[in-house]
């Protein structure tokens, strides 16, 4: 009985996330990715670490904040830590983020 | 009492007539001196033979009887030589200054040499090092009380990781032979109560001929597995008085065989593992020796099965170098393996292994001496795991007949179709090696540096040395194991046992010592907060000439609490954006060269762009390859 509200609260919370928030600011989002400890799993780089890499950025906005809010492994953020406008900041932070050559073109990482 | 208050008296009154003598021809003018006749000088004569006598009764002999030419800690130093202890690690401390001076002076410090460190916790972390390295323990020396306080930690780390180490804890027992005040601080009636949960044996010998018989049961009781640290408490008292003539007579060592499994039991698991479909073996600390990794890969070719390389459903892996890296049955199996029969060999916690087979109604097997050496108070026999198989043996003295038993069960038709599996397990070892090296380029040029970077770069410099890596990988995303070759036993020897920070530099060093006399390349990639806790042992390594490349993974905190109370906040749902607070390093940054370089050693640092760091390996490993150590400090991407 109480699944029920909470998709519907989901689901507005998604929607006002993409209208209130527009495009999102990398900038803006930078400063979240590393005050609230993204990096901490997922590296500076997005590039993984204790959690899954995040580049490159293949969710949606909405996929991407249905993770965040709630996700299946890492902490939860509600919109009472990062507000809908806040996530598309790091949203568009890490879809900023470079993607990296593969292994084939790093000497190093050759066969 | 009379006879010594009157001699005190007249030498106060010879002295005072010597020094109003001396004052009176100080004083007196020059000029006067000159034209006066001189008076009679005061005289201070010295007393004659019979007026001494008269004054202070019979002259003392003409050697000290406070010296003691032959004492109790010289044939301590007997006994540990017939023990060929290498070294001794320790903080000096005035409870074993008898001991201290024996090995010094009468062992003419070889076997064991005294090592000097900085703090005990460090001395038992070398100790603890040196013996994965070495195979057999390294000597501690700790001070009363409080070196065996600072040392604990370190203690139960090399007891929690199942290593030897012998441990000698000075005590005066003899309340009247303690002078007052601090010696009385160092002092206790039952000295090794405090580590006694996690130790395997301890005893305080109460004659040189105790002490002799006990050191060998200690050194006999280290090393038979499951290996952990025991105890002798040295008294004061034993260690500097005379002993006596003729001296005890020192037991003969003789290493007790590893306990092997049972042959009934060791038919039922090859049973199992000969009819599985989708086996799996686990290792933990599986390999003492070379011959464990050597025997681990003939079970898995026999069998065609595969040797897991992350930890899996709670269990740890590859606390030791079990099985090479690149071998094609390395890994947990194809996408989707579920394994029907899991072999856990020296794992610490089948629990959850054991619980998932029993969900799908699939069957494990453990070999484990754990269970020979558990204890109640400290809790790191973890849940009880109900397996299918068990035997109390260790994994690798059981290895032989396992490997004997699944020969003879195979048949020729079995082995064919396990033929077919091997094809299917060395092609997703071949696919998760490149998923590896993928992973590894993202964030290639980003600063902070990759770790897996830092991996790579050091490889491609390392691979054609005999190389060993001495530290933990949990907090480096693994990423040598996942680039590197490992295929030998000394190339990895797991991390602190217990996960007590504090272990990692020294035990480098005691396992970089151990290295040394094979001319090994031994390699530390160290992370910042666990140097912080005792960086004196950089001074150690430097003093002793022990070669050893030091890379800090300098990710400016204790890191996993980042995470864990980051976690905490949201579940909480507030403040996470305050999860550095308590538990990062900076403000300011730590400048870990200019640390390492304070203690004697090159180093550079804070390196953070990716293109700099192997011009910076290379020069510090110059260093290395001439028999220093070296530190390069490495900013770097948190795993």
Redesign the interface.
Known sequence: MLALPLIVSTLFSLVAAQSASGTGDAARGKDIYL???C???H????????GP?L?PMRLSLPAFASVVRNPPTM????A???SDAQLSDVWRYIRALPE????SR?P??A? | MATRHAARVSRRRFLKGAAAGSATLVAAPPVLAEQTPAPARPSAAIPSEQQLQADVGALPSPISARIVEHPGSDFMVDVLKTLNLEFAAQNPGSSFQGLHESIVNYGGNTSPELLTCCHEESAVAIAHGYAKIAGRPMLAILHGNVGLQHASMAIYNAFADRVPAVIIVANTRDATARQPGVNWYHSAVDMASMVRDYVKWDDEPASLGHFAESAVRAYKIAMTPPMAPVVLVADSQLQELPMASPAPRIPKLTLAAPPAGESGAVREAAKLLVAAETPLIVAQRAARTPDGVARLVELADLLQTPVASVAIRGATVSDRMNFPTRHPLCGSGWPGYEPDVTLGLEVQDMSALARSARDRGAKTISISAEELVQKSNYQDFQRMADVDVALAADAEATLPMLIDEVRRQLTADRRRTLEDRRRKLADAHERARDRDREAAAYGWDASPISVARLAAELWAQIKNDDWSLLSWQGFIGRWPYRLWNFDKHHQYIGGQGAGGMGYGLPAAVGAALANKKHGRLSINIQGDGDLNYAPGVLWTAVHHRIPLLTLVHNNGGYHQEVMFVQQMASQRNRGGDRAHIGTTLRDPSIDYAKLAQSYGMYAEGPIAAPGELGPAIARALARVRQGEPALVDVVSQPR
């Open positions: 005050r609230y400890s990096y901490a799993c590296g500076y780089a997005g590039h993984g670490g204790a890499r580049v902490p939860p953020y509600s009472k830590l990062l990296w050559p593969p292994a790093i190093l990482l066969k």
